[in-house]
């Protein structure tokens, strides 16, 4: 893990990121790996836009194999109305990039990764950016241990689906696993977070 201090925000960096970077763009030269790395950098950039759009800061940031992680400075005041947007800046970012591809250069693959990352990321499942937008619009109406169950509830009931979908695109075509290892990836950080 690699570390650093800049500008009092402390950022983390696992060093299987930047690997698991190199072995994807060496493994596919179609360029649709690096596509994805894009949408992902712009995804991750539209969320530290509204933040810093809304007066706030991150205090830590770290960057590993399965995403991104902010912490928010302890003096943060965006509240749930900040939270939220700030929450659906990323896939908002993926979507209007979409719009723009499609416009210019029709439906190609960056647009569509686009497309995907945007829509994917609006899932209201806990640990994605549309859970956590649900979970701030219902903390600014009722109490955080209700939100919290209705937040698992709706994950469940969303992850099911998304898990069998994936099930069953596995058996169809004999081995794309992608969207069946996701579903139990999101389901088992729901888990643990839950524990």
Not at 7 to 19: C, E, H, I, K, Q
Not at 42 to 51: P, Q, S, T
Not at 91 to 107: I, K, Q
Request: charged share 10%.
């Amino acid at each position: 893990m690699l570390e650093l201090r800049i500008r009092g925000v402390d950022f983390r960096l696992s060093l299987l990121f930047p690997a698991a970077i190199v072995v994807l763009l060496s493994l596919d030269s179609s360029g649709l790996p690096l596509w994805c790395v894009a949408a992902s950098a712009m995804h991750e950039a539209g969320h530290f836009l509204a933040l810093y759009a809304l007066g706030s800061r991150p205090a830590a940031i770290s960057v590993g194999i399965f995403g991104v992680r902010v912490e928010q400075a302890p003096t943060s005041r965006l509240g749930y109305g900040g939270s939220l947007l700030v929450a659906l800046a990323g896939p908002l970012v993926n979507l209007l990039t979409f719009a723009v591809l499609a416009a210019a250069v029709g439906m190609n693959a960056p647009a569509l990764i686009h497309l995907t990352m945007g829509v994917f990321n609006l899932l209201p499942i806990g640990p994605l950016d549309g859970g956590q937008a649900l979970y701030f619009f219902l903390a600014g109406r009722m109490e955080e241990e209700r939100c919290e169950q209705l937040g698992q509830i709706v994950s469940v009931a969303v992850l099911v689906p998304l898990a069998s979908a994936g099930f069953y695109v596995l058996i169809r075509s004999g081995y794309n696993f992608t969207l069946l290892a996701v579903s139990l990836y999101l389901g088992l950080l729901l888990l643990f977070k839950r524990k």
